[in-house]
């Protein structure tokens, strides 16, 4: 058993703390079952505290067991990956489609990713294991901007009717307007 006098600032007092670690059933996004070992320091008077020095410390854990059971990639992982492919955050968020902020909490481990953020993160693996660098999906400006023109303006009445098309060049993209379920993201 380890023993250490911390200062509580909470309480505003220093005492002798007792290191206790316990497992726990914890919920994370839509996992309510898992089982983390969690690591506290119990007062004199029985009370479990965070560490003094680490307060996020049992977030991590829970974060990490959310991960592992999803088979999502860890933290360390995904900045391997992007270190691997000499891209800064800045530039690897860019080119995902995720906010700098965002990649930034994940390789902090603040943040647990999404499952589309996840995909994303797996198809930069991919593309560095299969050629060593990350693949461009430059989409068009044009037509990113003319499909948030189309949804904003147009009139929902019967959309099952209408086909709008996008052109780039040398192709030409074709969407079909079935159901208005909300705002433009």
């Not at 189309?150 to 929902?156: A, D, H, P």
Request: cysteine-free; hydrophobic content about 30%.
């Amino acid at each position: 058993m380890i023993k250490k006098i911390f200062y509580n600032e909470e309480l505003n007092t220093t005492g002798e703390y007792l290191e206790v670690w316990k497992y726990e059933t914890i919920r994370v996004k839509d996992i309510s079952d898992l089982i983390v070992h969690n690591h506290y320091w119990k007062d004199s008077q029985g009370e479990l505290w965070l560490d003094f020095d680490d307060p996020n410390e049992n977030f991590r854990r829970s974060f990490n067991a959310y991960r592992k059971r999803k088979g999502f990639m860890q933290p360390n992982e995904i900045k391997k990956l992007r270190e691997d492919l000499h891209l800064s955050q800045r530039v690897f968020s860019e080119r995902l489609g995720i906010s700098y902020a965002k990649v930034s909490q994940i390789e902090n481990n603040k943040r647990v990713q999404t499952l589309s953020q996840e995909i994303s993160f797996r198809k930069a693996q991919q593309d560095y294991e299969r050629q060593g660098f990350l693949t461009s999906y430059n989409s068009s400006e044009s037509d990113s901007a003319k499909l948030t023109s189309i949804l904003t303006e147009t009139k929902y009445i019967d959309t099952a009717k209408y086909f709008y098309t996008t052109s780039n060049e040398s192709k030409a993209t074709m969407f079909k307007a079935q159901v208005f379920v909300g705002g433009v993201a």
